[in-house]
T-cell receptor, first 109, second 111 residues
Framework: GENVEQHPSTLSVQEGDSAVIKCTYS??????FPWYKQELGKRPQLIID?????GEKKDQRIAVTLNKTAKHFSLHITETQPEDSAVYFC????????FGAGTILRVKS | DAGITQSPRHKVTETGTPVTLRCHQT?????MYWYRQDPGHGLRLIHY???????DKGEVSDGYSVSRSKTEDFLLTLESATSSQTSVYFC??????????FGPGTRLLVL
């Protein structure tokens, strides 16, 4: 089955800097790659997603890139703000979602 | 937030007792899922349903059963709770091949 690895497990950045989180997946049949943000005590919420027929997608300060050949995808957050502090999860799906273990992002002001 | 509720939101129970968690949706989505969330493991799929009375196992299904008798309700049962089932449980819904939306979660403590 699918296996998703996510790095780093924790990331601290200064406010205004960029943050990058990387994920690799094992199943070449996976075709959908969402990213979720989870604040403390809250539910995971979708922030951006990408399908396998697209290499990059951007939504304001957030972008996701996908390299199907290398089987990895990344989340990029530019101009980070304190409210970006949360746990971020990547996932890959060829029908069922398989999640990475999560990245704790801390934005220091 | 999508129209998903979970009940109870918090529960403390003793080892060996049965526990049922309920997920209720008002979105009429075909797929429903149960996940557990534990530190260092992300979200792991327990069971899912692709229609009324149609369910299948996820990666951590041992010790859990599910039922879906109506489109809007998906029940997760722990037949005999164990301390290893202490976790936060999330329900999610989706249409086929579409985004999953999560419920608010249930915190379960098994003593």
């Amino acid at each position: 089955g699918e296996n998703v690895e996510q790095h780093p497990s924790t990331l601290s950045v200064q406010e205004g800097d960029s943050a990058v989180i990387k994920c690799t997946y094992s199943d070449s049949a996976s075709n959908y790659f969402p990213w979720y943000k989870q604040e403390l005590g809250k539910r995971p919420q979708l922030i951006i997603d990408i399908r396998s027929n697209v290499g990059e997608k951007k939504d304001q300060r957030i972008a996701v890139t996908l390299n199907k050949t290398a089987k990895h995808f990344s989340l990029h957050i530019t101009e980070t703000q304190p409210e970006d502090s949360a746990v971020y999860f990547c996932a890959a799906s060829e029908g069922k979602l398989v999640f990475g273990a999560g990245t704790i992002l801390r934005v220091k002001s | 937030d999508a129209g998903i509720t979970q009940s109870p939101r918090h529960k403390v129970t003793e080892t060996g007792t049965p526990v049922t968690l309920r997920c209720h949706q008002t979105e009429n989505h075909r797929y429903m899922y149960w996940y557990r969330q534990d530190p260092g493991h992300g979200l792991r799929l327990i069971h899912y349903s692709y229609g009324v009375k149609d369910t299948d196992k996820g990666e951590v299904s041992d010790g859990y059963s599910v039922s879906r008798s109506k489109t809007e309700d998906f029940l997760l049962t722990l037949e005999s709770a164990t301390s290893s089932q202490t976790s936060v449980y999330f329900c999610a819904i989706s249409e086929p091949q579409e985004t999953q939306y999560f419920g608010p979660g249930t915190r379960l403590l098994v003593l």
